[in-house]
């Protein structure tokens, strides 16, 4: 295997499937199954879930809300879907903890970094809701964050695209996919990764993104044994 400890990031809005909000369990399935497959390998695998099918801060401020308290939705709409994948990955037999950055002890562990590492080490998948904790910040940022704390070899964004583009490939049909790009590429020829902080954070720690296709059955395996499917992004 290419990488020994990932953190998947995985975005709210991939678990509506088809729908056009909240969760759809036959895509948690998909994604069970895809992390099942990488963990039999031995591979530690620890994940960031967004929140974005079910609630997204700027939506609410948009709409007359206080961006700060659309925020402690968004954050806890990550819990919410934690759980949801939990809930698959158990279905499993696999053994999981969820961890949450704000506290909600009932639902969840407090994020405890050295309690994450050791969950990380026995093979248990750990699950990171609540973002980063903060208001004004994305799932994004807390992938990159909690990536780097727990030391993961890279991270990765599942999406619904394949990869890096040159331009929008579902608005430009001339668009190229990139197989590796730097940071500093992505940023003079004004791509997006993901969103600058996010994306600052990786860079100055030199932590590997690679961007692909999780809704294509058999891809993360391929991504972690070094297949590249993806894109990655690197010094
Ligand atoms: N959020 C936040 N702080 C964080 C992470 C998330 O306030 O550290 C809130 C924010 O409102 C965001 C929402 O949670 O819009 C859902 O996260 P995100 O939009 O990143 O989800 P995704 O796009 O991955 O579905």
């Known amino acids: ?17 088809d729908r056009n909000y909240g969760i759809d369990p ?8 895809e992390i099942e497959q990488v963990l039999q390998r031995g591979v530690q695998v620890a994940i960031v879930i967004g929140g974005g099918n079910i609630f997204r801060g700027v939506a609410g401020a948009s709409n ?21 994948l939990q809930s698959a990955l158990e ?31 026995k093979g248990r998948v750990v699950i990171f809701g609540g973002g980063t904790g903060n208001p004004y910040f994305t799932t994004d940022s807390a992938a990159v964050l909690r990536a780097i ?3 993961a070899d890279v991270i990765l964004k599942g999406t619904r695209v394949d990869g890096i583009y040159t331009s929008d490939p579902e608005k430009d049909k001339s668009a190229t996919k990139f197989d ?20 600052t954070l990786s860079q100055e720690n030199e932590l590997p993104i690679v961007v692909f296709d999780m809704n294509k059955k058999g891809n993360l395996l391929k991504i972690v044994s070094g297949e590249n499917i993806g894109t990655v992004v690197n010094l």
């Open 1 to 17: 295997m290419q990488y020994k400890r990932i953190l998947l990031k995985l975005s709210g809005e991939a678990l509506m499937g």
């Open 26 to 33: 036959a895509r948690l399935e998909l994604y069970a199954d």
């Open 64 to 84: 007359g809300m206080d961006r700060v308290q659309g925020d402690h939705m968004g954050m806890l709409a990550t819990v919410i879907n934690g759980l949801a």
């Open 91 to 121: 279905n499993k037999g696999l053994d999981t903890r969820l961890q949450s950055a704000i506290k909600i002890n009932e639902v969840a562990e407090p994020f405890i970094r050295r309690r994450a590492m050791r969950h990380l080490e």
């Open 149 to 151: 704390e727990i030391e």
């Open 180 to 199: 590796q790009i730097s940071f500093q590429d992505v940023l003079s020829r004004g791509l997006k990764v993901m969103d600058t902080t996010a994306f």
